[in-house]
């Protein structure tokens, strides 16, 4: 039996609000808005998900980024990636891009489709100090390269970072060792999970709700709602009759100055225009 102690729960609930960026691609940003700015390594989590296309067809044209990394997982849909280092890959449903700027490079992610749902996440991380004009990299996982486990009746784990029953997801960052999960509970489905200790740590129900914690401590978390969450390590999840699905995500804390605009993360105001110069200039 988990001690309350020890036990996550909801530290408070956050909804998304409805922003547009790129060419005016229509989103809900869950992260990186006045309720929630950041969540330590987190800068930001936008929700795209559409079956309209006039909503995304005009895509995320050529833009920089430098000193930090942006995660792409795609639900539904197909999305283009071309950068100024020669990289390119075609995100496919299931499939995840973590994208390095370090010190920077110029991107673009253009749908591949016309009609149709297009659906997913993306998820800025921050880089530390150290690592913030480390030389950019690209990955890209296909479906089958993200493991899925069952580890409990009625529950499915995609594994895109982190360790879940002995098997590790495909992304390693030691700066920030995140846990990157989507999780399936089937109707009424229960699963428990151990968190990293000391790590930041929020889910978002996207299909469904779920009960976070046990006890006099669980609390609702309903579909389009984030939880900041807390308190221990022991995380308990109780699906609702409809059952649920959302994703679970953690990092280590940087605890890090940050100066931030637009596209660009760093930790001062020094470093952060000389980034603009940086950009004007072409030495991205």
Request: proline share 8%.
């Amino acid at each position: 039996m988990t001690s309350t102690a020890d036990a996550v729960r909801i530290l408070r609930h956050v909804r998304g609000m409805p922003a547009s960026d790129g060419a005016g691609v229509k989103l809900t940003r869950v992260i990186g808005t006045p309720q929630l700015p950041d969540l330590d390594p987190f800068l930001m989590l936008d929700e795209f998900g559409t079956d309209k296309p006039e909503d995304y067809l005009a895509g995320f044209p050529e833009h920089p980024h430098r000193g930090f990394e942006t995660v792409t997982y795609m639900l539904d849909g197909r999305m283009r990636h071309k950068d100024n280092h020669g990289n390119e890959g075609l995100l496919v449903p299931g499939s995840v891009q973590w994208m390095t700027a370090g010190r920077g490079l110029v991107h673009s992610e253009m749908p591949e489709q016309e009609a149709g749902r297009m659906r997913g996440f993306q998820l800025w991380v921050n880089l530390p100090a150290k690592d913030k004009m480390t030389a950019p990299k690209y990955q890209e996982f296909a479906p089958d390269r993200i493991p899925v486990v069952q580890p409990g009746e009625g529950v499915s784990v995609k594994i895109i970072a982190g360790n879940v029953d002995g098997v590790a997801g495909p992304i390693s960052q030691p700066a920030t060792d995140p846990v990157y999960l989507d999780i399936t509970l089937a109707p009424n489905a229960s699963w428990h999970y151990d968190l990293p200790e000391g790590h930041n740590a929020f889910a978002y129900a996207f299909e469904g709700a779920a009960q976070v914690g046990e006890g006099e401590d669980a609390r609702p978390l309903v579909s389009q709602e984030l939880a900041v969450l807390g308190g221990g390590v022991h995380l308990a999840l109780n699906a609702d009759a409809a059952g649920a699905r959302l994703i679970l995500v953690a990092g280590r804390p940087l605890r890090e100055p940050v100066a931030r605009h637009g596209p660009f993360v760093m930790n001062t105001r020094e470093e952060l225009m000389q980034a603009f110069v940086d950009y004007q200039q072409g030495r991205f």
